[in-house]
Nanobody, 115 residues
Framework: QVQLVESGGGLVQAGGSLRLSCAASGSIFSINAMGWYRQTPGKQRELVATITSGGSTNYADSVKGRFTISRGNAKNTVYLQMNSLKPEDTVVYYC?????????WGQGTQVTVSS
């Protein structure tokens, strides 16, 4: 089992920055990749960014050049640095961890960008 706890969401003006954090605990040795997804009510959860245990990253086109995913030194923490935020980035962000065939989710953190 892997538990994920997110933090760092909040309210920011358009053009501003926020950094989300996600700390994993439990069977962290089994994690292959971690990432961030976001979901607007009534829509499917969509990928924002992922990072593998080897450090390879992947980004949604809508956030390339604005968001950066990274891992902490202990490898059980993942960050999402969000710059140049836009009102359309307003949504709940979820941390994700893949451990073999299992997928784990955090509880979500709200990001609100005011225009």
């Amino acid at each position: 089992q892997v538990q994920l706890v997110e933090s760092g969401g909040g309210l920011v003006q358009a053009g501003g920055s926020l950094r989300l954090s996600c700390a994993a605990s439990g069977s962290i040795f089994s994690i292959n990749a971690m990432g961030w997804y976001r979901q607007t009510p009534g829509k499917q959860r969509e990928l924002v960014a992922t990072i593998t245990s080897g450090g390879s990253t992947n980004y949604a086109d809508s956030v390339k050049g604005r968001f950066t995913i990274s891992r902490g030194n202990a490898k059980n923490t993942v960050y999402l640095q969000m710059n140049s935020l836009k009102p359309e980035d307003t949504v709940v962000y979820y941390c994700n961890a893949v451990a073999g065939p299992l997928i784990y989710w955090g509880q979500g953190t709200q990001v609100t960008v005011s225009s």
